[in-house]
């Protein structure tokens, strides 16, 4: 005997919310090449002029300049890959964090309870989002800047007022 009951532990939860955040990358993969293939041509250019004149070790600072440019990009986009993603039902509020690494943190809280802090600068906006509840305090849309972070609070709080609400029955 199977019923339709809200106690199913079973039973999906309805979604509320949820985002999944991401660093904003300027560069596509395909305008890292090209940059990269413009800078060399410069480098090499003005490399073999300055090599004309007797200014040979120019030459090799021009090669490091771009070997760094390019390890600074690397970088960058290893860092691309972090994310975080927050979900909300009426149950639960989960947070999943991924590093650029690939590891991965995650929290469980009770969305009646979780309450949205700000850490707003007068002249700069939000700079920090935490979640609080029973004590502890998770730090939220880091890579976000200050309007995202905003338009985002707005979101999340409105998802936590229908989360403590409740579910509505028809």
Do not use: C
Request: net charge positive; no cysteine.
């Amino acid at each position: 005997m199977t019923t339709d009951s809200d106690l199913d532990p079973d039973r999906a939860q309805p979604k509320l919310f949820s985002a999944l955040l991401k660093p904003h990358r300027a560069l596509s993969h395909k305008a890292f090449l090209t940059l990269m293939a413009a800078l060399g041509t410069i480098s090499f250019a003005v490399g073999i002029g300055f090599w004309m004149i007797g200014a040979w070790p120019v030459f090799g600072f021009f090669g490091l300049d771009l070997l760094a440019i390019y390890i600074a990009f690397r970088v960058t986009f290893a860092r691309g890959r972090a994310s975080e993603e927050i979900l909300i039902t009426p149950n639960e509020l989960r947070i999943r964090r991924t590093s650029h690494r690939g590891d991965v943190a995650e929290w469980v809280l009770n969305p009646l309870w979780v309450r949205l802090e700000k850490i707003v600068h007068a002249e700069f906006g939000i700079e920090r989002l935490y979640l609080v509840s029973s004590g502890r305090r998770v730090s939220i849309a880091n890579f976000l800047g200050a309007d995202e972070k905003a338009s985002f609070a707005n979101a999340l709080s409105a998802a936590l007022d229908v989360a403590r609400r409740g579910p509505v029955y028809n």
